[in-house]
């Protein structure tokens, strides 16, 4: 008996009390045969059953051969049950079929007898009855899988829905988490080896009961599973360090030979979506364990701990994106130093395949993609970069094993970016995990990138040229816009350029066509969109200026050496330098007048460093010389950039005739109209209209194409222009304008608040500039050709001298700011007599000269472009007349008295004389004034006037000189110059003592 008994905890005397031997016996034999020994024939399957389940309570050493038996049962039942779902489907839900609820009873009978075996006695019966029945649901859900009632077993809430309904099915399930509950305190381990040996055989159609139970023991399930496939990943061979006792390693990475790893990956996957977090400790929990040093825990298992979770995280990425982030955390350099101590021991090939499951992985991984890469590249970079603390320094092992993996990362990347480079544009890339959860931090990889730390810069720029060659022309766009903006040396911003040729070698031809012009409007947009600060913006502005000019230097340097140019950083200047100037010239023009003195700065420096297209509309092209000219009064005002704009003003104005007419129409009328900017050059201001100005800042109306000023102010600004009569005096505009009949003149309008006085060195340094960029724009029309500087700097025009087209322009625009009410057209001489009419504009004329010394040097500038200085007649006879008043009037006894009437009338007669309006005697007079009385002047002026009145200021009496370029007037044929002189010689006959040694210079 005791042999039968053999097993058995449960007090069986019980259970033999209640049957004779004889039927015990009996029962047995019709248990094994299947025959009924009253009526010898067949058992019904619900008669046999019930024997099974007495002899189940009565000898429950026979426990194998009856749950064998029941197995049968639990098919039967499932079996009707799929039918009667199958007759459903197929009679269109009116029912059918043979149907299971005959054997309701007897399946809960069987239910109720093992759950008593369990509670009564779970160390022995527990292990048993979880075994059963899970194997018993895992072959009932094979069985059944491919029925029609069955659902998929990709739907898994219909799935599990079904079986669940399934009475015997549930029942035993209620089993198997009855016996798993009462093994948690004691031996789990069991219940869960059962559930994973079956998901190895059953999966998928097993993952029902699998979610289910794992729903159910959250905690237990989790870390068991994962307790249970680890100590199966170093039976099967997995680890990743030898023995204690010295026996050879395992191999590191299991594949198919460890079975059970594939459904603790199946079964932590179903648990992922409710149980996230648990999961996530556990994995951590793991690895932190396996690091600690304790006497206690399996070594093998320690050093198995990590190659498990890497072969984990390769087959369910699920698992990899949830712990990344923390494992990152944890990652500090005591950790780090003890998993090199760990893992350090492992041969070499051995830690080769686990770096390269490692930068598998990595590949793999978006989710924090970038703080993995940073943690790499930090640990990764030498000991004489990084500065720890003490005690915090990382050993040498894990910083080689990191760099290492860095290396094998990019090599990794790269060949999966040029292997799905073949695409055709247009269609949707394959995703590359690691570059795709890069995409968001474009800008903070170019921020690491130009910190140019050793090795670290070098491995960033090589992932930034792989990132914007997967991410197409949108991430390659942004990630140049982005160095554009952020480069703050020339060495960073050659990154830049690096970045643009390692594209330009990579990606198709579509996208290297257009990724310049882009980007360059990409970076547009967030200028007009208001996204960069005033800081960044003129960053990005100065750096377009600087590739600008590379090309220039870059083709200087190449003429001196071997005359050829290939380099990136070339062609890519070339580009943006041509970009600019054809495409967003209207866009970075307003940036002149921005309010920050670094952005306007940066902008005149990258529009002077461009070939300004000579198609440009007429609209933008005085748009772009108005805003030039603007900023180069701005910068005269202490605002640094008057060179760059200097220079821009010089290449705006020899682009085309009417760039130079709005150039040089511009600055004139800028100097001495515009509010405030005459004091700069040691004048006055007088404003245009009623309203006052800013200084500096052109006047509404007073602009070309400026179409914001009111028409009443336009019209009383011109209304006064308007001249009534032939000769051009005492207009009734004029009049009209001046006031009311018994109120007086109209009250002046008010100035602005006047800017502190510039002091003399200033001002003379504002006029010299002015009139050199003056000069320069008028001289650069006559070639429009640009050379480089023997500096090898920005190219500079030839010098050349004054163009009289230019002069003529300087000229207009001087006569009608200093006399607007006069029309150019007014060339002949008057009369000497005319003087009397135009006693009001004479003295206008003579009050602008008088309070601005610009203007004299205007007229100089206008003398040197022979014959432009006849446009000016009218200014020039208002000018004269006034002096011969004054001399006439004056009773000093000598000119000396009077200094600015005696320099005005040398300044007169010197520009009149050199523009040869006056033959050379008459050209000199004005050597003699100092030393004469003022009547004396006044008749040697007279002498001018009337030379002047005979022969009249007309461009027709200018021949041209193909030889010396230049024109030249025949005085000859101007008659007898003689008459002329008579005056002159009494004066030098009479004061011969003191101007005989000047006689010389008046012999005709």
């Known amino acids: 008996m005791s042999a039968v008994f053999e097993g058995a905890s449960v007090p069986v005397q019980l259970h033999l009390a209640a049957i ?63 039918l009667d779902l199958d007759c459903d489907l197929g009679a269109g839900g009116r029912g059918g079929g ?58 898994l809430n219909e799935l599990l829905q079904f079986w669940m309904s399934c009475k015997a099915s549930r029942a035993l399930m209620e089993l ?20 994973l040996d079956t998901s190895v055989q059953h999966s998928p159609h097993f993952d029902w009961v699998v979610a289910h139970i794992g729903s159910s023991f959250p905690n237990t399930i989790i870390s068991r599973v994962l307790s249970c496939g680890l100590k199966d990943f170093c039976a099967h061979g997995g680890g990743g360090g030898g023995a204690v006792d010295g026996s050879p390693p395992p191999q590191p990475f299991p594949d198919t030979r460890v079975p059970k790893i594939a459904s603790v990956v199946g079964i932590l996957g179903h648990l992922a979506c409710r149980h996230a977090d648990s999961i996530k400790q556990e994995l951590l929990g793991m690895f932190q364990e396996s690091l600690g040093a304790g006497p206690g825990g399996d070594p093998q298992q320690r050093a198995a701990t990590v190659p498990f979770l890497l072969q984990l995280a390769v087959m369910s990425p699920a698992l990899l994106g949830a712990v990344s982030s923390e494992l990152v955390d944890s990652l500090k350099p005591p950790v780090l130093n003890q998993l090199q101590q760990l893992l350090g021991p492992l041969p070499r090939e051995e830690r080769e395949n686990m770096i390269s499951l490692a930068v598998h ?97 070098l491995w960033l720029h090589q992932l930034l040229a792989l990132l914007a060659v997967h991410g197409g022309p949108s991430c390659a766009t942004e990630a140049l816009c982005h160095m554009f903006t952020l480069a703050r040396t020339q060495e960073e911003l050659g990154l830049a350029a690096q970045l643009h040729a390692a594209v330009l070698v990579s990606s198709s031809s579509c996208v290297v066509a257009g990724l310049l012009p882009a980007t360059l409007q990409r970076c547009v947009a967030q200028i007009h969109a208001g996204g960069l600060p005033d800081q960044p913006l003129a960053q990005l502005l100065s750096n377009l200026a600087l590739m600008a000019q590379w090309d220039q230097q870059s083709n200087s340097n190449a003429t001196k050496e071997d005359g050829s140019v290939g380099s990136a950083s070339s062609i890519m200047s070339a580009q943006v330098a041509q970009i600019v100037s054809s495409s967003h010239l209207h866009d970075f023009s307003p940036l002149l007048l921005h309010d920050s003195p670094l952005v306007s700065e940066a902008a005149a420096s990258l529009l002077s460093s461009v070939r300004l297209p000579g198609a440009l509309q007429p609209a933008r092209l ?32 020899s682009v085309s005739s009417l760039s130079l007419k709005a150039v040089l129409q511009l600055l004139v009328e800028g100097a001495l109209l515009w509010g405030g900017n005459a004091e700069m050059f040691g004048g006055k201001r007088e404003p245009l209209s009623g309203a006052a100005t800013p200084a500096g800042a052109p006047p509404e109306g007073a602009c070309l194409g400026d179409a914001r000023a009111p028409l009443l102010e336009v019209n009383l600004k011109f209304g006064s222009a308007v001249s009534f009569s032939s000769s051009g005096g005492g207009s009734v505009g004029s009049v009209f304008h001046a006031g009311v009949v018994g109120r007086g003149l109209k009250p002046r309008p008010p100035l602005a608040p006047a800017a502190p006085s510039p002091q003399p060195e200033e001002t003379l340094l504002n006029q010299h500039l002015f009139l050199d960029v003056l000069t320069r724009c008028c001289c650069s029309s006559t070639s429009g050709k640009y050379h480089a500087s023997p500096s090898g700097g920005p190219e500079e025009p030839q010098a050349a001298p004054v163009n009289p087209e230019a002069a003529k322009l300087v000229a207009a625009a001087l006569a009608e700011s200093v006399c607007p009410d006069v029309a150019n057209g007014e060339l002949p001489w008057p009369p000497e007599d005319h003087a009397r009419t135009t006693v009001e504009r004479d003295i206008r004329v003579r009050r602008r000269f008088q309070e601005n010394p610009l203007l004299f040097q205007l007229l100089w500038l206008v003398a040197a472009g ?10 020039l006879r208002s000018l004269l007349a006034t002096l011969l008043a004054h001399w006439e009037g004056s009773r000093e006894a000598t000119a000396l008295a009077s200094p600015w009437h005696l320099r005005a009338s040398s300044a007169l007669v010197a520009c009149m004389g050199e523009a040869q309006l006056l033959p050379p005697a008459l050209g000199n007079m004005h050597e003699v004034f100092p030393f004469l009385a003022p009547f004396e002047v006044r008749l040697l002026l007279l002498s001018v006037w009337d030379y002047m009145r005979e022969n009249s200021p007309l461009p027709q009496r200018f021949s041209f000189s193909a030889e010396t370029g230049l024109f030249y007037r025949d005085f000859a044929r101007d008659g007898d110059v003689s008459k002329y002189l008579s005056v002159l010689y009494s004066v030098l006959h009479k004061n011969v003592d003191r101007l005989g040694h000047l006689c010389g210079r008046f012999q005709l």
């Open 361 to 457: 992985l990595l590949g793999q991984t978006s989710s924090g993609s970038f703080r993995l890469l940073r943690f790499l590249v930090d640990t990764a970079m030498p000991a004489s970069v990084i500065i720890a603390a003490p005690g915090l320094a990382i050993h040498e092992g894990a910083r080689e094993a990191s760099e290492r993996v860095v290396q094998l990362l990019l090599l990794s990347l790269q060949n999966l970016v040029f292997s799905l480079g073949g695409e055709p544009p247009g269609e949707a890339r394959p995703p590359i995990p690691f570059l795709d959860g890069l995409r968001p931090h474009v800008r903070e990889l170019c921020v690491e990138t130009l910190r140019l730390e050793r090795k670290r810069h």
């Open 622 to 653: 005085l748009s772009v010389a108005r805003a030039a000219v603007a900023h180069f009064f701005l910068s005269l005002r202490g605002r640094a950039g008057a060179a760059d704009s200097a220079r821009l003003l010089t290449r705006l104005s």
């Open 176 to 195: 198997y988490s009855q016996c798993l509950t009462a093994m948690i305190s004691s031996c789990p381990d069991a219940c869960v080896d059962a559930l």
């Open 866 to 875: 022979r014959p432009a200085l006849c446009y000016c007649s009218v200014v």
């Open 20 to 82: 004779s031997p004889q039927e015990l016996a009996q029962k047995i034999k019709a248990f094994i045969s299947g025959m009924d020994p009253v009526k010898g024939h067949k058992l019904p399957l619900k008669d046999h059953a019930r024997c099974a389940v007495l002899l189940l309570r009565t000898v429950p050493a026979c426990r194998g051969a009856v749950l064998e038996h029941l197995c049968s049962v639990f098919d039967e039942y499932v079996g009707g049950y799929v």
């Open 98 to 155: 043979t149907g299971s609820g005959n054997l309701d009873d007897i399946v809960q009978e069987i239910h109720a007898v093992l759950s008593e075996f369990v509670r009564l006695n779970p160390k022995a019966w527990a292990p048993l009855v979880s075994g059963w029945s899970i194997d018993l649901m895992g072959c009932l859900s094979t069985k059944y899988s491919s029925r029609q009632g069955v659902p998929h077993a990709g739907s």
